[in-house]
């Protein structure tokens, strides 16, 4: 069964970077057929995908979120990672990675327990 556990710096200040890692255990990140993703839920609304990468290495991202968000792999740890530059309060969130089955919220999968990023001054 896969597991995953995600880390991160907690509290950012406005118009800076943060990366969050995700640490894979119970499958390979570069073997697995998974999509490797991750989703945000920001307070009192709903599930949003921000993008994903596979095993080869190729990567997706949602359009709305394309221009600030990167999605990389380190193979040797069997991690992967999230950087989101220029952030806003509106990218407060609890940050999720996941191991889906599709590139969607819905499409099954295992999924982390989540880490909590709040963007304020």
């Known amino acids: 069964q896969v597991q995953l556990q995600e880390s991160g710096p907690g509290l950012v200040k406005p118009s800076q970077t943060f990366s969050l890692t995700c640490t894979v255990s119970?499958?390979?990140?570069?073997?697995?057929?998974?999509?490797w993703s991750w989703i945000r839920q920001p307070p009192g609304k709903g599930l949003e995908w921000m993008g994903a990468?596979?095993?080869?290495?190729?990567?997706w991202y949602s359009p709305s979120l394309k221009s600030r968000t990167s999605i990389s792999r380190d193979t040797s740890n069997n991690q992967l990672s999230l950087r989101l530059t220029s952030v806003t309060p509106e990218d407060t969130a609890v940050y999720y990675c996941?191991?889906?089955?599709?590139?969607?919220?819905?499409?099954?999968?295992?999924w982390g327990q989540g880490t909590q990023v709040t963007v304020s001054s």
């Open positions: 990468i596979a095993s080869d290495g190729s990567t």
């Open positions: 119970g499958g390979s990140i570069t073997t697995s057929y998974y999509y």
């Open positions: 996941a191991a889906l089955e599709g590139l969607s919220t819905s499409a099954e999968g295992y």
